[in-house]
T-cell receptor, first 116, second 109 residues
């Protein structure tokens, strides 16, 4: 099994749909992250969870709603998205925070989202 | 403010050496990461530098100069599989990651 698994890999949705992205990590890490990756732009951190507690929400619109039921699973619930939300959504995990030993991120392969 | 710059795209020849630069401006610094991302795949960790100097890992090396706000990734004996995007990210004074936009490296035969 790969370390961090994301499903679905591709998703097309209309602006009125509700869908969810799922992430699962098999590495025993304590922190999980959602990032948005758009072409030719830096990775944008959306949410951070440490030990299932949300520790960061970078001014993300409420149409994105995260859920972390346990330290191995992370969801991103999507509702009434806009076309500009089309992007690659990457999940990542780490044993420790950036700057600490074990702070490197392990990424999933991403969910490519297209909003029509 | 905080800022990271990397070239958007670079081209190199198989078997050659290429240096990908990353310059930054930040009020605080707690390390710098390099990640590799092949098209359609997950970014993968390459290196982490927190002290000045060169760290070598096989064909890849990473260099840091904190006084100059500068890092580079050096790839030797280039192979076609090295065609990928290379992402630079620094750890700021709040231990947050600040990402560059990435450098797309194209390797030609």
């Amino acid at each position: 099994e790969t370390g961090v698994t994301q499903t679905p890999r591709h998703l097309v949705m209309g602006m009125t749909n509700k869908k969810s992205l799922k992430c699962e990590q098999h590495l025993g890490h304590n922190a999980m992250y959602w990032y948005k990756q758009s072409a030719k732009k830096p990775l944008e951190l959306m949410f951070v969870y440490n030990f299932k507690e949300q520790t960061e929400n970078n001014s993300v619109p409420s149409r994105f709603s995260p859920e972390c039921p346990n330290s191995s699973h992370l969801f991103l619930h999507l509702h009434t998205l806009q076309p500009e939300d089309s992007a690659l959504y990457l999940c990542a995990s780490s044993q420790a925070g950036p700057g600490d030993v074990g702070g490197e991120l392990f990424f999933g392969e991403g969910s490519r989202l297209t909003v029509l | 403010g905080q800022n990271i710059d990397q070239p958007t795209e670079m081209t190199a020849t198989e078997g050659a050496i290429v240096q990908i630069n990353c310059t930054y401006q930040t009020s605080g610094f707690n390390g710098l990461f390099w990640y590799q991302q092949h098209a359609g795949e997950a970014p993968t960790f390459l290196s982490y530098n927190v002290l000045d100097g060169l760290e070598e890992k096989g064909r890849f090396s990473s260099f840091l100069s904190r006084s100059k706000g500068y890092s580079y990734l050096l790839l030797k004996e280039l192979q076609m599989k090295d065609s990928a995007s290379y992402l630079c990210a620094l750890v700021d004074s709040n231990y947050q990651l600040i990402w560059g936009a990435g450098t797309k490296l194209i390797i030609k035969p």
